[in-house]
């Protein structure tokens, strides 16, 4: 029904994340998609497009959610076995949201390395559902990180370790980031830079200016903070090339698109080190561009970047925190319009009222940088579809399928421009809380 709903709407399709934890359960190269396989021929008898997230993080597990789906149990065993094999911070808290991208190349799942695992599954899919790629099945988003973001686990919700607007920490202490980190060091003849990450970059809960490294003038500007810098960012692109890179041997030439997302930290981000981005790996800073080399990298695989916070406003941010959702979509789009990659985009909030889709309808023209490719709205529910709420949602789809030239929205877009809207979402099962600052 609610399909048929969205179809009336003039809605193109729904987004729905095909989760690792569910389909290879069993075991490894066991693999079960009967689930989407329903969703699949559903989305095309009401005549809707689908855009499936390869989901290789887990699901929820944090307090207040709805839905929780962990890695494979299978995965979990070999985790049990080498705590190493995921994200851990300085005091040593181990985060089981996703593999560390250090051991992408090491044979740690039972004789497969992680990216074998990820091109497999992705085989799998492609091959089972070969006869709708391109068709039903339009696009691909591949997952490379928690939240199936390109970006460390740096602010995590589960038993309150963190809370917004926190800096959050560096996730460089499992034994393979840490070898890495020596390597890197003693090639440059710097052996001391790589026993560990900054001693001086603070706690989740902490300010910018409570901290030595990330201070106004503080240590990530000298030559120490730069090699840092430089090395971890530099392993996350390295790790979203290398998952890049398999997808799209598996799915050139099936006529999906294939995007990849990126999270919208937009706290501290008018600071000069905008910390909270520089622990989720993304290097921007007052000197630094950390949006365009992610870009590039996406645009060298013709890959859409998805980016997020597009309803968001400054003026709706508490002021201590810095924010500028604003200012942050602004670089992200002169970034994808320099590297001459796509851009998608999505909501952090869930939001229904005629404000925050104003703020998309505007956030889409491509008056600086980028336009829209294509928008997800997050996320389908119950109250998506009463009274007020659909009634916002229906006026805003003609408005972006139409250019933006309708002007019943206050402050809407009316500058003609060729948009369209993209995908509705069917992942209801992100907390809202964590959704709001992702």
């Known amino acids: 029904a609610s399909l048929m709903a969205l179809k009336s709407a003039g809605i193109e399709g729904v987004m729905v994340d095909a989760w690792w934890g569910l389909v290879e359960k069993e075991g490894p190269m066991k693999y079960n998609w009967e689930g989407y ?37 299978w995965v979990l065993e070999e985790i049990r076995k080498n705590p190493d094999l995921v994200y851990t911070d300085r005091s040593g808290r181990r985060n089981p949201e996703y593999l560390s991208l250090a051991c992408d190349l090491l044979p740690v799942l039972r004789g497969r390395t992680p990216i074998q695992v990820y091109s497999d599954y992705m085989r799998s899919f492609r091959d089972r559902f070969k006869d709708y ?31 917004f607007p926190g800096i959050g920490e560096f996730q460089c202490y499992d034994k393979y980031m840490r070898a890495s980190l020596q390597a890197s060091a003693e090639a440059i003849g710097k052996e001391d830079w790589g026993i560990s990450g900054p001693h001086d970059s603070g706690q989740y809960n902490q300010f910018p200016e409570d901290t030595t490294f990330f201070q106004r003038d503080g240590t990530w500007n000298n030559e120490y903070g730069q090699f840092f810098l430089e090395w971890y960012s530099g392993m996350l692109l390295e ?70 916070c597009m309803e968001m406003r400054n003026g709706e941010q508490s002021e201590n925190a810095s924010c500028s959702p604003e200012g942050l979509v602004r670089q992200v789009k002169m970034a994808t319009k320099t590297a001459g990659t796509e851009l998608a985009g999505e909501n952090a909030l869930e939001r229904y009222d005629a404000g ?27 109250r998506l579809f009463e009274g007020e709420n659909w009634k916002h949602l229906v006026e805003f789809v003609r408005n972006m399928s139409e250019g933006g030239r309708r002007t019943k929205l206050p402050e809407s877009d009316s500058i003609k421009t060729n948009l369209y809207i993209g995908f509705l979402t069917l992942k209801s099962a992100r907390k809202t809380k964590e959704a709001a600052l992702v």
């Open 133 to 163: 790629l391109g068709e039903v099945i339009a696009e691909i988003q591949v997952g490379m990180g928690p939240c199936g973001e390109l970006r460390y686990p740096s602010y995590p919700e589960s038993n309150g370790t963190w809370r």
């Open 356 to 382: 925050a889709y104003s703020q998309v309808l505007t956030t889409s023209r491509s008056d600086s940088g980028n336009g829209l490719s294509a928008f997800t709205y997050l996320r389908m529910n119950k």
């Open 239 to 308: 790790h979203g090339d290398r998952i890049l890179a398999a997808a799209n041997r598996i799915f050139q030439g099936t006529g999906a698109k294939f995007s990849g997302k990126v999270a919208g930290i937009h706290w501290h981000y008018r600071t000069r080190s905008h910390a909270a981005e520089l622990t989720a790996g993304y290097y921007n800073t007052r000197h630094q561009d950390g949006y365009l080399p992610i870009a590039r990298m996406m645009g060298k695989y013709g890959v859409v970047m998805n980016f997020t």
């Open 37 to 73: 396989a329903e969703l699949v021929k559903m989305a095309q008898k009401h005549g809707l497009k689908l855009q499936v997230v390869m989901s290789f993080h887990q699901c929820g597990g944090n307090v207040g959610d709805s839905c929780s789906i962990p890695l494979p149990p």
